[in-house]
Protein backbone atom coordinates (compact mmCIF):
# COMPACT_ATOMS: atom_id res chain seq x y z
CA UNK A 1 0.00 0.00 0.00
CA UNK A 2 1.16 3.55 -0.91
CA UNK A 3 1.60 6.28 2.11
CA UNK A 4 0.84 9.43 0.60
CA UNK A 5 3.31 11.79 2.19
CA UNK A 6 2.27 16.10 1.29
CA UNK A 7 5.31 17.84 1.80
CA UNK A 8 7.44 19.86 0.09
CA UNK A 9 11.25 20.95 -0.11
CA UNK A 10 11.32 23.05 2.73
CA UNK A 11 9.87 20.16 5.32
CA UNK A 12 11.32 17.45 3.88
CA UNK A 13 13.26 17.35 7.69
CA UNK A 14 9.62 16.52 8.61
CA UNK A 15 8.98 13.85 6.20
CA UNK A 16 12.34 12.36 7.69
CA UNK A 17 10.56 12.65 11.27
CA UNK A 18 7.35 11.09 10.14
CA UNK A 19 9.67 8.25 8.02
CA UNK A 20 11.97 7.40 11.33
CA UNK A 21 8.71 7.21 13.94
CA UNK A 22 7.57 4.29 11.47
CA UNK A 23 10.77 3.09 11.00
CA UNK A 24 10.70 2.98 14.99
CA UNK A 25 6.43 1.68 15.78
CA UNK A 26 5.87 0.21 12.82
CA UNK A 27 8.36 -1.23 11.13
CA UNK A 28 6.34 -4.20 9.28
CA UNK A 29 3.58 -1.68 7.91
CA UNK A 30 4.43 -2.82 4.58
CA UNK A 31 4.15 0.69 3.66
CA UNK A 32 5.76 2.17 0.58
CA UNK A 33 6.11 5.96 1.09
CA UNK A 34 5.61 8.53 -1.85
CA UNK A 35 7.90 11.60 -0.91
CA UNK A 36 7.60 14.56 -2.92
CA UNK A 37 10.15 17.49 -4.01
CA UNK A 38 10.59 20.05 -6.39
CA UNK A 39 14.18 20.84 -6.82
CA UNK A 40 16.54 18.54 -5.35
CA UNK A 41 16.04 14.81 -5.25
CA UNK A 42 16.08 14.10 -1.47
CA UNK A 43 17.87 10.57 0.03
CA UNK A 44 15.88 10.07 3.46
CA UNK A 45 16.87 7.54 5.90
CA UNK A 46 14.38 5.05 6.18
CA UNK A 47 13.58 1.35 6.97
CA UNK A 48 10.55 1.79 4.44
CA UNK A 49 10.42 1.26 0.56
CA UNK A 50 10.38 4.91 -0.45
CA UNK A 51 9.56 6.74 -4.04
CA UNK A 52 10.59 9.89 -4.84
CA UNK A 53 7.75 11.82 -6.76
CA UNK A 54 9.24 15.56 -8.39
CA UNK A 55 6.29 17.74 -8.78
CA UNK A 56 5.74 21.47 -8.92
CA UNK A 57 5.26 22.65 -5.84
CA UNK A 58 1.44 23.29 -5.56
CA UNK A 59 -0.42 21.54 -3.64
CA UNK A 60 -2.73 20.68 -6.43
CA UNK A 61 0.14 19.38 -8.43
CA UNK A 62 2.48 17.52 -5.73
CA UNK A 63 -1.32 15.10 -4.72
CA UNK A 64 -1.70 14.87 -8.64
CA UNK A 65 1.87 13.64 -9.08
CA UNK A 66 1.77 11.14 -5.69
CA UNK A 67 -1.40 9.73 -6.21
CA UNK A 68 -0.09 9.02 -9.70
CA UNK A 69 -1.35 5.51 -11.45
CA UNK A 70 -3.07 4.45 -8.40
CA UNK A 71 -6.81 3.66 -8.94
CA UNK A 72 -10.23 6.22 -6.96
CA UNK A 73 -11.28 3.19 -5.35
CA UNK A 74 -7.69 1.75 -4.00
CA UNK A 75 -6.92 2.89 -0.65
CA UNK A 76 -3.77 4.99 0.73
CA UNK A 77 -2.45 5.53 3.79
CA UNK A 78 -2.52 9.44 3.99
CA UNK A 79 0.31 10.60 5.91
CA UNK A 80 1.35 14.24 6.03
CA UNK A 81 4.59 15.38 7.59
CA UNK A 82 2.57 17.31 10.01
CA UNK A 83 1.48 14.74 12.30
CA UNK A 84 4.59 11.80 13.03
CA UNK A 85 4.03 8.27 14.63
CA UNK A 86 4.48 8.86 18.61
CA UNK A 87 3.16 5.83 19.83
CA UNK A 88 1.55 2.10 19.02
CA UNK A 89 -1.17 1.16 21.51
CA UNK A 90 -1.86 -2.09 20.05
CA UNK A 91 0.41 -3.20 16.83
CA UNK A 92 -1.08 -6.69 16.50
CA UNK A 93 -4.56 -4.68 15.90
CA UNK A 94 -2.94 -2.13 14.03
CA UNK A 95 -1.63 -4.76 11.66
CA UNK A 96 -4.66 -7.00 12.02
CA UNK A 97 -6.61 -3.44 9.87
CA UNK A 98 -4.48 -3.93 7.20
CA UNK A 99 -6.46 -6.85 6.67
CA UNK A 100 -9.59 -5.20 6.78
CA UNK A 101 -8.58 -2.23 4.99
CA UNK A 102 -7.91 -4.60 1.76
CA UNK A 103 -11.04 -5.74 0.97
CA UNK A 104 -13.52 -3.46 2.98
CA UNK A 105 -16.44 -2.05 1.28
CA UNK A 106 -18.51 -0.17 3.82
CA UNK A 107 -16.21 2.78 4.54
CA UNK A 108 -14.09 5.32 2.24
CA UNK A 109 -11.55 5.84 5.30
CA UNK A 110 -10.66 4.72 8.41
CA UNK A 111 -8.90 6.38 11.48
CA UNK A 112 -6.75 5.03 14.14
CA UNK A 113 -7.99 7.49 16.45
CA UNK A 114 -11.32 7.51 18.02
CA UNK A 115 -12.01 11.21 18.45
CA UNK A 116 -15.32 10.49 19.72
CA UNK A 117 -14.94 7.69 22.44
CA UNK A 118 -18.17 5.73 23.75
CA UNK A 119 -17.79 2.17 25.03
CA UNK A 120 -21.38 1.78 26.50
CA UNK A 121 -23.13 -1.04 24.03
CA UNK A 122 -20.43 -0.69 21.37
CA UNK A 123 -19.33 -4.44 20.42
CA UNK A 124 -17.98 -3.45 16.95
CA UNK A 125 -14.48 -2.81 16.03
CA UNK A 126 -15.25 0.02 14.24
CA UNK A 127 -18.15 2.57 13.85
CA UNK A 128 -18.78 5.80 11.55
CA UNK A 129 -17.18 8.82 12.38
CA UNK A 130 -19.70 10.70 14.50
CA UNK A 131 -17.93 14.52 14.58
CA UNK A 132 -17.54 16.71 11.46
CA UNK A 133 -15.27 15.11 9.12
CA UNK A 134 -12.44 17.96 9.22
CA UNK A 135 -12.01 16.94 12.66
CA UNK A 136 -9.16 14.16 12.47
CA UNK A 137 -8.35 14.63 8.50
CA UNK A 138 -4.88 15.67 8.99
CA UNK A 139 -3.93 12.49 10.54
CA UNK A 140 -2.63 9.65 9.49
CA UNK A 141 -5.55 7.30 8.45
CA UNK A 142 -6.25 4.58 5.35
CA UNK A 143 -8.61 6.75 2.62
CA UNK A 144 -9.44 5.75 -0.88
CA UNK A 145 -7.23 7.47 -3.18
CA UNK A 146 -10.08 8.85 -5.07
CA UNK A 147 -11.25 10.78 -1.91
CA UNK A 148 -7.88 12.86 -1.94
CA UNK A 149 -8.22 13.61 -5.35
CA UNK A 150 -11.47 14.74 -4.88
CA UNK A 151 -10.21 16.78 -1.96
CA UNK A 152 -6.88 18.23 -3.45
CA UNK A 153 -6.59 17.87 -7.24
CA UNK A 154 -10.29 18.24 -9.23
CA UNK A 155 -10.75 21.39 -8.16
CA UNK A 156 -10.97 24.49 -10.24
CA UNK A 157 -8.26 27.08 -8.71
CA UNK A 158 -4.40 26.00 -9.64
CA UNK A 159 -2.70 27.05 -6.60
CA UNK A 160 -4.67 27.61 -3.29
CA UNK A 161 -3.22 27.83 0.41
CA UNK A 162 -3.30 24.64 2.84
CA UNK A 163 -6.30 25.57 4.51
CA UNK A 164 -8.92 25.58 1.55
CA UNK A 165 -9.20 22.26 1.90
CA UNK A 166 -9.66 22.23 5.54
CA UNK A 167 -12.34 24.57 4.73
CA UNK A 168 -14.27 22.79 2.06
CA UNK A 169 -14.16 19.70 4.85
CA UNK A 170 -16.02 21.99 7.33
CA UNK A 171 -18.31 23.24 4.69
CA UNK A 172 -19.44 19.83 3.96
CA UNK A 173 -18.42 19.87 0.44
CA UNK A 174 -16.22 16.39 0.39
CA UNK A 175 -19.20 14.46 1.91
CA UNK A 176 -17.51 10.17 2.45
CA UNK A 177 -18.05 7.59 4.44
CA UNK A 178 -15.50 8.06 7.14
CA UNK A 179 -15.00 5.26 10.03
CA UNK A 180 -12.37 5.45 12.90
CA UNK A 181 -11.50 2.54 14.99
CA UNK A 182 -13.36 1.92 18.35
CA UNK A 183 -10.22 2.53 20.18
CA UNK A 184 -7.28 4.27 19.67
CA UNK A 185 -4.58 2.82 18.13
CA UNK A 186 -2.28 4.99 17.65
CA UNK A 187 -0.63 8.46 19.27
CA UNK A 188 0.44 10.97 16.41
CA UNK A 189 2.18 13.80 17.30
CA UNK A 190 2.48 17.17 15.42
CA UNK A 191 5.96 18.45 15.15
CA UNK A 192 4.70 22.07 13.92
CA UNK A 193 2.23 24.93 15.32
CA UNK A 194 2.13 27.14 12.89
CA UNK A 195 5.45 29.41 12.79
CA UNK A 196 7.11 27.43 15.54
CA UNK A 197 8.14 24.05 16.54
CA UNK A 198 7.13 21.79 18.89
CA UNK A 199 8.51 21.07 21.94
CA UNK A 200 7.76 17.33 21.01
CA UNK A 201 8.87 17.93 17.61
CA UNK A 202 12.30 19.05 19.26
CA UNK A 203 12.85 16.84 21.29
CA UNK A 204 11.81 13.89 18.81
CA UNK A 205 14.01 15.57 15.93
CA UNK A 206 17.16 14.90 18.38
CA UNK A 207 16.34 11.85 18.91
CA UNK A 208 16.14 10.22 15.81
CA UNK A 209 19.22 12.93 14.78
CA UNK A 210 17.38 14.76 12.41
CA UNK A 211 18.51 18.70 11.77
CA UNK A 212 15.36 20.62 11.89
CA UNK A 213 14.98 23.66 9.28
CA UNK A 214 15.61 27.09 10.10
CA UNK A 215 13.16 29.53 10.28
CA UNK A 216 10.87 28.40 13.01
CA UNK A 217 10.72 29.10 16.35
CA UNK A 218 10.68 26.91 19.50
CA UNK A 219 7.06 26.20 21.19
CA UNK A 220 7.04 24.69 24.91
CA UNK A 221 3.43 23.05 23.87
CA UNK A 222 3.55 19.56 23.84
CA UNK A 223 1.49 18.42 20.66
CA UNK A 224 0.48 14.71 21.16
CA UNK A 225 -3.20 13.40 19.70
CA UNK A 226 -4.88 12.56 22.02
CA UNK A 227 -3.59 14.88 24.84
CA UNK A 228 -1.60 12.62 27.73
CA UNK A 229 -2.26 12.26 31.19
CA UNK A 230 0.99 13.65 32.13
CA UNK A 231 0.64 16.78 29.54
CA UNK A 232 1.72 19.10 32.67
CA UNK A 233 4.63 17.39 34.23
CA UNK A 234 6.19 17.12 30.76
CA UNK A 235 5.52 20.48 30.20
CA UNK A 236 7.48 21.43 33.37
CA UNK A 237 10.48 19.46 32.07
CA UNK A 238 10.58 21.39 28.40
Known sequence: MYAIVLTHQ????????????????????????????????????????????????????????????????????????????????????LRSFVQIVDGATEFDSLRLVNHTPRTLGRRKRIHEHRAILARGFWHHQFIRAGILREIFVDVDADDYPIFEPHRALLAGDHVHRAFSTTRSLVRFGEPTIGPDITANGVIDGLRYGIALPDGYGRSALWQYFPPRRDLWSRLRRV
Not at 46 to 52: K, M
Request: net charge negative; with cysteine; charged share 25%.
Open 10 to 93: ARLPFAQLVLSSYDEHWPDSGLVFRIPFNTERPLLRSGHPVEYIETRPQIKHTMSALLARIADDEFVYWCTDDRYLAEVHDLAE
